[in-house]
Antibody, heavy 118, light 111 residues
Framework: EAQMVESGGGLVKPGGSLRLSCEAS????????LSWVRQAPGKGLDWVGR??????????DYAAAVKGRFTISRDDSKNTLFLLMDSLKVEDTALYYC?????????WGQGTLVTVSS | QSVLTQPPSASGTPGQRVTISCSGS????????VYWFQQLPGKAPKLLIY???QRPSGIPDRFSGSKSGTSASLAISGLQSEDEADYYC????????????FGGGTKLTVL
């Protein structure tokens, strides 16, 4: 059974950094395009960004709100997706999901909560 | 304000057919395919529909998707109490160097 498990969330001060990880299993990780989607408390889904498979270039695209502050990367040898978040803002507070596909696919993690507060 | 516009709420009685709309523009729905997700309370989203009207394996045929021009719809027939959830449409948007966009979500209540 396919599974995606996020980790790394927590409480961080504005301006701080955090790195989220997402370990996947049960599907062809190296061939998959992957994305991050977040959900602020009580709000809707918000696309953060995606990364192509390495065979398709391995490059990433980002939402305007996070471009220049967030970096998506992947380690196919460990079936792990990363989200490095710098210069965090209060408005980045959300539950962060990793998922297969560019917008969200068949596989989703359970989410990891990031709280940005002083 | 979301790029894709959904009604904030919808409702129906068990057995009824309900539809949820998703309105976009020529830079997103009018140009590419639409996805629909279901999010049960306290759970991660689940893919219901991709490529406008395709269901992943395991999704009942009570759920169907359609698209016309710059709008899309999700229809749920034979409504069941367990369908009470938030529903989101999504598409790729080709403005601003390309980005993923979601609708604001529709809360479906089964009366």
């Amino acid at each position: 059974e396919a599974q995606m498990v996020e980790s790394g969330g927590g409480l961080v001060k504005p301006g701080g950094s955090l790195r989220l990880s997402c370990e996947a299993s049960g599907f062809s990780f190296s061939n998959a395009w992957l994305s991050w989607v977040r959900q602020a408390p009580g709000k809707g889904l918000d696309w953060v960004g995606r990364i192509r498979s390495n065979s398709d270039g391995g490059t990433a695209d980002y939402a305007a709100a996070v471009k220049g502050r967030f970096t998506i990367s992947r380690d196919d040898s460990k079936n792990t997706l990363f989200l490095l978040m710098d210069s965090l803002k209060v408005e980045d507070t959300a539950l962060y999901y990793c998922t297969s596909g560019s917008l969200g696919g068949n596989y989703w993690g359970q989410g990891t909560l990031v709280t940005v507060s002083s | 304000q979301s790029v894709l516009t959904q009604p904030p709420s919808a409702s129906g009685t068990p057995g009824q057919r309900v539809t949820i709309s998703c309105s976009g523009s020529s830079s997103n729905i009018g140009r590419t395919t639409v996805y629909w997700f279901q999010q049960l309370p306290g759970k991660a989203p689940k893919l219901l529909i991709y490529s406008d009207n395709q269901r992943p394996s395991g999704i009942p045929d009570r759920f169907s998707g359609s698209k016309s021009g710059t709008s899309a719809s999700l229809a749920i027939s034979g409504l069941q109490s367990e369908d009470e959830a938030d529903y989101y449409c999504a598409a790729w948007d080709y403005s601003l160097n390309g980005r993923g966009v979601f609708g604001g979500g529709t809360k479906l209540t089964v009366l």
